[in-house]
């Protein structure tokens, strides 16, 4: 029976779905997560305390409405629950799996903070919505009218994606340009499948094309497409290409072999997920298959490559980060995942120079310590003087984050205001830029961030666009 009763907190303790078993899930990419058990997340829908103030809900990039869906699932009013979920999150079943929960609305859950455990309100969201797709649920986006505007948006990913649903269900007419084969973005080529697996990412891919939203794929704006043709084309344009530039590491060896960058690895695993031919894969150079595997970074990235690495049957795993465990910008919760799969985290280091001929062998390891606070606010890092010291290594892959490319260059633009970090500068509420009917959103516009902050801006600028040009036929439609 649904547990109709709320604040059941003292009495059911905080509970994800079942959990593949570290040795079990080192074998496939397959997520790591079950399904709950029947009445599973109408139990654990039931704990939350309705709280007059949500901070769950504060704490969400998109303001979900998590207290109300949570009392529908309780009462096992599964469609309304997820009716009302989607409202406001063009990808629920995304986020449901990817948010990092544990730094948003889960981490700031009054049952959480008073020492009960959590609501799991991701892994309740993501039961949702698999449920809505598997009883037809998820509507198809059949628009009442059909608007006189032309809407191209640069980039497939999180925000573009979400712009182009929102876009279309209005009734304009949208075409999307990526540079890549497939649509998603990072979320079909950067997150692996054991976050994410990629039929998730394709069902919701498809929809928006059966919508009426066209692809125009293996598109590289700029190289093969001009910006300035883009712009002809369309009455409005949102640039969302994310960002990709990696980030540099500046110390003696790191041209030699055998180290990659973490977007160059994490695209050729994820390629061979989809069983498409990968030369730099198939030849070992992006294959950890075993290979002693040290991984810089501490970030969500560099846990994607860790639990990746173990997956390939790495020899040994060893992910490198300056600071400490608290300070560390990655999920704990996939920290945790990746201790148990057998990875071996050094905290407080970082890499002094590669060893190798014409292949890495060896990192050199400084040894760091904490000081004072950095303008960021954040502890700064000093290195401890005659504490290097070396480990073993066949393969590093660098994870320190990544930058936006320089699209002034390659686009041949000079109206477009960009910051001083190299994203393109626009209008925080409307995303409007410096050109007139452009737009940005995403990491473009804010640097490397979280899907869920995309999603966001991505609607966003829908929405800006949509009230811009076409207020009263929105609020007919």
Request: glycine share 10%; with cysteine; proline share 5%.
């Amino acid at each position: 029976m649904p547990h109709s009763r709320m604040l059941t907190f003292h009495l059911v303790d905080s509970s994800m779905p079942d959990k593949r078993s570290a040795r079990n899930r080192r074998k496939d990419f397959g997520e790591i997560y079950g399904d709950y058990p029947p009445n599973g997340a109408s139990m654990q829908a039931s704990r939350c305390s309705q709280c007059g103030v949500p901070y769950c809900q504060t704490h969400c990039p998109l303001h979900n409405n998590i207290p109300d869906w949570l009392r529908l699932t309780a009462e096992g009013r599964y469609r309304e629950a997820y009716e009302l979920s989607q409202q406001t999150n063009t990808f629920p079943e995304i986020c449901g799996r990817i948010c990092p929960q544990d730094r948003l609305c889960e981490g700031n859950c009054v049952v959480e903070q008073s020492g009960h455990g959590t609501v799991t309100i991701g892994a309740v969201e993501k039961y949702l919505t698999d449920m809505a797709w598997k009883e037809n649920w998820v509507a198809p986006i059949r628009p009442r009218v059909e608007l006189a505007h032309s809407v191209g948006i640069i980039g497939a990913g999180p925000a573009g994606l979400a712009a182009a649903d929102l876009l279309r269900r209005k009734g304009v007419r949208v075409v999307v340009y990526d540079r890549h084969d497939r649509a998603g973005g990072l979320l079909t080529y950067g997150i692996p499948g054991f976050k994410l697996e990629k039929p998730i990412v394709m069902q919701r891919v498809r929809q928006i094309e059966d919508g009426g939203v066209e692809f125009v794929l293996n598109c590289d704006v700029g190289p093969d497409l001009p910006f300035s043709e883009v712009r002809a084309r369309h009455d409005s344009v949102i640039i969302a290409t994310g960002v990709y530039r990696h980030r540099a590491l500046m110390c003696p060896g790191v041209g030699i072999g055998g180290v990659v960058q973490a977007i160059d690895y994490l695209l050729a695993s994820n390629r061979k997920g989809f069983g498409d031919a990968v030369p730099a894969f198939d030849d070992g150079t992006l294959d950890a298959a075993d290979k002693n595997v040290v991984v810089v970074g501490g970030g969500d990235t560099a846990m994607d490559c860790v639990r990746t690495a173990v997956r390939q049957g790495a020899r040994s795993v060893t992910c490198l980060y300056r600071r400490d465990r608290a300070n560390m910008p990655g999920s704990r919760r996939e920290v945790l995942n990746a201790e148990e799969e057998g990875v071996k985290f050094i905290w407080l280091s970082a890499p002094r120079s590669f060893a190798g001929e014409d292949t890495v062998s060896s990192v050199r390891v400084s040894c760091m310590r904490l000081s004072g606070h950095d303008p960021s606010g954040r502890r700064a890092i000093e290195a401890i003087p005659d504490a290097d010291t070396s480990i073993d290594a066949d393969m590093v892959i660098m994870a320190l984050g990544f930058e936006p490319e320089d699209l002034a260059s390659q686009w041949d633009i000079r109206d477009l205001e960009f910051t001083n970090w190299g994203t393109v500068k626009a209008n925080f509420l409307s995303h409007a830029t410096s050109m007139p009917g452009v737009y940005a959103a995403g990491d473009i516009v804010r640097g490397a961030s979280l899907v869920v902050w995309a999603i966001r801006d991505g609607r966003e600028a829908a929405e800006a666009i949509l009230q811009q040009h076409f207020a009263a036929e929105v609020r007919a439609a």
